[in-house]
């Protein structure tokens, strides 16, 4: 629990220390000072959070004193206690915050002690509004340095898919120089990749309509299939000879994953004898 520090500001001895008999069963830490300039050299060593001062005291009136202290204690809760005569010149300090409220002399000492009360549960509040904003400003701090790294990182994404498209582009066109036919055929049997030479191959009507998407085994004979599902292929492996659309032609098989996350086959069919074919059929000669 925050320490009560009360400050009591008055040249006359007498009149703190009956404030203090009066206050100190509240539980109040109380500082003494009996000029403005002695006020501000305890405001300097100890956190005060109410200050109560008298208006007419040599050398710095009360007022004049707590408008300074405005300036270095904002949060500070300042009470000017004086005689009735000296409202019109507290007024002034009323009304530009420098004084919180004014009690007069001689007091009423309940009065008395439920402003103090009240004042303090005043600089309590001020303390927590100053904290609850420190911790939002923080937030907010901590929020703009998050969006920041996610626009950073989103802008990083967007640069990779940007490459990694350009990468696919290239990969295809490349697939599509090659005279073979090439298929990539998933874990779960699709058909997920395929170059033209490969639609055009499957699909011996001319209209190398897409194969991506079908199931390999609507497409392919039975004995191609338990070959490419053995799951012995060896990168020097040669190449075996299977009968396909009434083609016997050349195949080569990998397992992908080596070079990638993928998971399947790789299918690569020499067509280079039936190019020609795959050229009239497209021109209708």
């Known amino acids: ?14 009149i703190t220390s009956a404030l203090v008999r009066l206050l100190r069963r509240d539980g109040y830490n109380i500082l003494r000072a009996n000029s403005g300039t002695e006020g501000l050299a305890l405001l300097a060593q100890h956190q005060v959070g109410v200050i109560i001062s008298d208006q007419r005291m040599p050398g710095m009136t009360g007022t004049e004193f707590l408008s300074k202290v405005k300036e270095l204690y904002p ?16 007024t002034d300090a009323i009304n530009r915050g420098a004084v919180y409220k004014f009690l007069t002399k001689p007091w009423e000492d309940d009065l008395l002690r439920a402003n103090v009360e009240e004042a303090f549960q005043r600089y309590a509040m001020k303390i927590e509004n100053a904290r609850l904003t420190q911790e939002l400003r923080q937030a907010n701090d901590d929020l703009k340095h998050i969006n920041q790294d996610l626009e950073q990182r989103v802008e990083r994404k967007a640069r990779e898919i940007v490459h990694n498209l350009e990468v696919l582009r290239v990969s295809q066109e490349m697939l599509e120089a090659m005279p073979v036919a090439v298929l990539g055929i998933d874990k779960d049997g699709l058909v997920v990749i395929a170059n033209q030479l490969a ?21 392919m004979p039975a004995d191609l299939l338990a070959w490419l599902s053995s799951g012995l292929h060896q990168r020097h492996e040669d190449a075996k000879l299977f009968s396909i659309a009434g083609h016997d032609v050349r195949c080569w098989c990998r397992s992908m994953g080596e070079f990638s996350r993928s998971k399947g086959v790789l299918l690569v069919i020499d067509v280079g004898s039936l190019i020609e074919t795959f050229e009239k059929s497209w021109t209708g000669t």
Do not use: P
């Open 1 to 14: 629990m925050m320490e009560k520090t009360l400050l009591l500001v008055d040249d006359e001895e007498n």
């Open 199 to 219: 639609h055009l191959f499957f699909s011996m009507d001319g209209t190398g309509s897409s194969l991506l998407g079908e199931a390999a085994d609507t497409i």
């Open 75 to 90: 949060d500070t809760v300042r009470i000017v206690l004086s005689g009735y005569t000296e409202l019109n010149s507290v």
